[in-house]
């Protein structure tokens, strides 16, 4: 089932894409909305409205036909080379290896981002000069592929098989989600650019340690783990401590938390707070996950391999065409 529907996607994803492609080139002024950003203001300079919907939108659909092409073409294939012989198994390798892929990519630029920027381990410029209606192109592009991803994978979260801990992952995406279009509009785009960095490290580990389990390699997934381990608290629970502590603290010294549409201002004692319930309710999802991953960690002292305990047993998962032979 899982192989017919990425095909359905692989086609239906990659027939749309084609048709936005060959619009631009046939020069429909949608088409290029669809495909390159949209209200420039200046050199590498460019402000945000609702034309960034029809970028947001080609990118789900676009992204949705990459992650179908590179499972069936690349990361399926390579899973057999490996030896993976359960198609379940090569399934979710396929699925992780698009994610591993997306993650490194979108954490080396969000570093990169953050380090050219004035926000650079300097949380007070969050604020500073707030609000900041103009971000630079690669900023654009970064906060819209994010926003298109984290919509696409809410909608694959849905159609991949189904982890015990599915509600809590829902949840956590539409946090997310929330949290990247509001500060997005709302002109917030470097405490974002923060916040993404300090998640997406955890991610890029967590996916390689398990392409390494399904490829069988346990005892380098073991050591994987082990850093995910380690990353994660230091990431996803101390500086994104630091991150909520400065919404909490800071924004009073720098703004006058005035609600100013007019002047791109929508920062006030309430939507502070609304803020901070948000970072607060991702935090809890995050301390449950952190709780799993530490049973996780007991099992391996114990002389066990590292388990995602999110996840279903999947070692005697078999298609009914593998049942089959196996008859």
Request: glycine content about 4%.
């Amino acid at each position: 089932m899982w192989g017919e529907m990425d095909t359905c996607h692989l086609e239906i994803t990659g027939t749309l894409t084609t048709v936005v492609l060959l619009a631009y080139v046939l020069g429909l002024p949608l088409a290029e909305k669809c495909i390159f950003l949209s209200y420039s203001v200046g050199k590498n300079s460019y402000s945000k409205g609702v034309d960034d919907i029809y970028f947001v939108t080609f990118w789900m659909i676009a992204f949705t036909f990459l992650r179908a092409a590179s499972m069936s073409y690349l990361f399926h294939p390579l899973a057999k080379v490996l030896g993976v012989t359960s198609f379940a198994k090569r399934q979710r390798l396929a699925e992780q290896g698009f994610m591993f892929s997306y993650y490194t990519i979108s954490w080396a630029l969000g570093m990169y981002i953050m380090y050219c920027g004035p926000h650079w381990f300097n949380t007070a410029q969050y604020w500073i000069d707030y609000p900041h209606l103009y971000t630079d192109r690669t900023m654009k592009y970064y906060y819209l592929m994010q926003i298109s991803l984290w919509f696409q994978q809410l909608y694959t979260i849905h159609i991949e098989k189904r982890r015990k801990d599915h509600y809590a992952m829902v949840t956590h995406h539409f946090i997310t989600i929330t949290l990247l279009v509001t500060s997005y509009f709302a002109n917030f785009c470097r405490i974002g650019n923060a916040v993404l960095c300090c998640m997406d490290l955890a991610d890029i580990i967590l996916t390689l340690a398990k392409i390494l389990k399904y490829s069988g390699f346990t005892t380098v997934c073991d050591i994987a783990f082990g850093l995910f381990a380690i990353a994660w608290p230091i990431t996803r629970h101390g500086f994104f401590t630091v991150i909520i502590w400065a919404t909490i603290t800071q924004p009073s010294r720098y703004l006058d938390m005035k609600w100013e549409p007019e002047k791109g201002k929508f920062f006030t004692p309430f939507t502070q707070k609304c803020y901070i319930t948000l970072f607060l309710l991702l935090n809890i999802i995050m301390i449950y996950w952190f709780a799993m991953i530490i049973k996780v960690i007991v099992a391996v002292l114990k002389g066990n391999n590292a388990e995602d305990t999110r996840s279903d047993d999947e070692d005697d998962e078999q298609t009914p065409k593998e049942k089959r032979k196996s008859q």
